[in-house]
């Protein structure tokens, strides 16, 4: 093997043998390959593309390439879920314990936030005594007596992506289907689930922002993972708007046990279940309509909720916290958005928005960064809702008071007004099983 060959040949646009495929990624594991023939390969992947069985050798390797979760004392019964990020996405902290209580086993690896996009363990972390650090047999042990553990990703878990992903990002190579199917499915099928659900989003603040670039994504990824033998299905859901009214950690957490507790509805709750019946359909081997109706049956009935402290204080978490969300701390700042016109919330720039939050202390501009659990934003209008001249658009929380004066011109910023009447986006684009 000979690395400017290999280079040469996929940058002529010719397929890459699975030999060559599979001694690369050695190479970028054992770290013999050096950084800028790594480099110069992504950017003629970025150019030339791959084809399916190339993605799928990429994939396996990768995903091969460290730690390999063995979940088969489970049988068919593990399913997992991923989401490829957006503002105000909290429902892991809904599904988790939902699909748990009607039978499945929930082990998940999540990740931390970095840049607009929030991560689900920094949200559990706002929980005191939440442990996300678990050894192997810890983490499998509760998922058996439990239903659900989530912990933090292990530093172990396809290595190989871990240091591709981290030289992509230094090289504006980060936006291609090919090494994004390859990074998202080489985790996932690392982390051992029999049955994986994608949550694609799609529009501002989502990384695709058009529904065709979101299933061209979420096919190829179903592709790779029946390829590799795992039930696998896709949602494309929308984030043309923050999913819920909640962002930030803490904040996010009460909307969350505002859903599980059954006093709060709307898209969070309409995406949640739908999510969650797809996961239920693939792992207790039932039709989607019968996996939608036992998830909505659980949720209404209490037990997602009873699970959801079960599970926390499995892991270490202060239950107190579920039961009286008023516990969390509050920020000591808190302002108003006051909307500069009258009119219909035509659109909003989601990922702006986003941005707002993690100025004001709720997410991390560099990994090394702090996060303020008590920071954030509750949205009190969103996209079809009419508002006057006036009325409150959002509330800002921090800790940071220097924050708040750039907080508040951006998030008017960030919205379109209309004179007409403007229909609500639809929550479910697309399914792809």
């Not at 390959?33 to 390969?41: K, T």
């Not at 190339?54 to 979760?69: K, P, Q, W």
């Amino acid at each position: 093997m000979h690395m400017p060959h290999l280079i040469e040949k996929k940058k002529d646009g010719r397929a890459l043998k699975e030999e060559e495929l599979r001694w690369i990624v050695r190479g970028i594991t054992d770290g013999s390959i050096p950084d800028y023939q790594i480099s110069a390969l992504c950017m003629a992947i970025y150019f030339r593309g791959m084809n399916d069985e190339e993605i799928a050798v990429l994939t396996d390797e990768m995903a091969h390439s460290g730690d390999m979760i063995d979940l088969s004392c489970f049988g068919s019964l593990s399913v997992d879920k991923h989401s490829t990020g957006g503002v105000g996405d909290k429902t892991t902290l809904i599904i988790a314990p939902l699909v748990a209580a009607c039978g499945a086993k929930v082990a998940k690896m999540s990740g931390r936030g970095l840049g607009h996009t929030g991560g689900t363990i920094d949200k559990l972390e706002s929980i005191p005594g939440y442990r996300v650090e678990l050894g192997e047999e810890e983490f499998l042990r509760i998922t058996r007596e439990v239903g659900v553990c989530v912990i933090g990703q292990s530093g172990e878990l396809a290595p190989a992506d871990k240091r591709l992903y981290a030289l992509r990002d230094v090289t504006s190579t980060v936006d291609t289907i090919p090494l994004i199917v390859s990074s998202i499915m080489s985790k996932k099928l690392a982390a051992g689930a029999k049955s994986i659900v994608l949550d694609v989003t799609v529009g501002s603040g989502a990384f695709m922002k058009t529904v065709p670039e979101a299933v061209n994504l979420a096919e190829k990824m179903v592709a790779i993972g029946r390829a590799c033998g795992r039930n696998i299905s896709a949602l494309i859901t929308d984030m043309s708007e923050p999913l819920g009214y909640a962002i930030g950690n803490s904040l996010e957490v009460k909307e969350a046990l505002a859903v599980l507790k059954g006093v709060m509805g709307g898209d969070l709750k309409e995406v949640c279940l739908a999510l969650a019946g797809e996961m239920l359909s693939l792992s207790l081997e039932m039709t989607p309509e019968e996996g939608l109706d036992l998830a909505r049956q659980t949720l209404e009935s209490g037990a997602a909720y009873e699970k959801a402290k079960e599970w926390i204080a499995a892991q270490g978490g202060d239950v107190s916290y579920l039961e009286e969300p008023e516990r969390f701390p509050v920020a000591e700042f808190v302002e108003d958005v006051i909307s500069p016109e009258s009119g219909y919330i035509a659109a909003m720039d989601t990922e702006e928005i986003g941005h707002s939050a993690c100025h004001l202390g709720a997410g991390r501009k560099t990994k090394a960064d702090e996060i303020d659990m008590a920071a954030g934003i509750m949205l009190c209008a969103k996209i079809g809702d009419f508002v006057e001249k006036g009325d409150v658009l959002a509330t800002l929380y921090t800790n940071q008071e220097e924050s708040l004066s750039e907080s508040l011109k951006r998030y008017p910023m960030a919205i379109t007004f209309s004179k007409d009447p403007v229909e609500k986006p639809a929550l479910i684009h697309r399914i792809i099983r």
